[in-house]
Nanobody
Framework: VQLQASGGGLVQPGGSLRLSCAASGFNPDFYAVAWFRQAPGKERERVSCLKGSDGTTYYADSVKDRFTTSRDNAKRTIYLQMNSLKSEDTAVYYC?????????????????WGKGTQVTVSS
């Protein structure tokens, strides 16, 4: 199982960015795939979690209505579209995967992690 996150960068407040998570070695249709982020000095926080079996997606309150997770089954890629970005969204973003019901268990529901991609929101 491998996960590769990409798409991070520097963006101004109010801007948008789309992160990608390329999955290999497993079929995301049968896994929970989540986005986490970690800012300096803070704990890793789950941003969203997509339940592979039915596409149900859960979002943290801090990103609800701004961030959207989607997937492209053919490309085995999960996306995180981030709109109306704020300075407090600055963090390293990680994608992770776990068993089908992994969304229930937060960080403990994830078994596989990709390397992070840095997102910096600053003017």
């Amino acid at each position: 199982v491998q996960l590769q996150a990409s798409g991070g960068g520097l963006v101004q407040p109010g801007g948008s960015l789309r992160l990608s998570c390329a999955a290999s070695g497993f079929n995301p249709d049968f896994y929970a795939v989540a986005w986490f982020r970690q800012a300096p000095g803070k704990e890793r926080e789950r941003v969203s979690c997509l339940k592979g079996s039915d596409g149900t997606t859960y979002y943290a309150d801090s990103v609800k209505d701004r961030f959207t997770t989607s997937r492209d089954n053919a490309k085995r890629t999960i996306y995180l579209q981030m709109n109306s970005l704020k300075s407090e969204d600055t963090a390293v973003y990680y994608c992770a995967a776990g068993a089908g019901n992994g969304c229930r268990y937060g960080i403990h529901g994830m078994d596989h992690w990709g390397k992070g991609t840095q997102v910096t929101v600053s003017s």
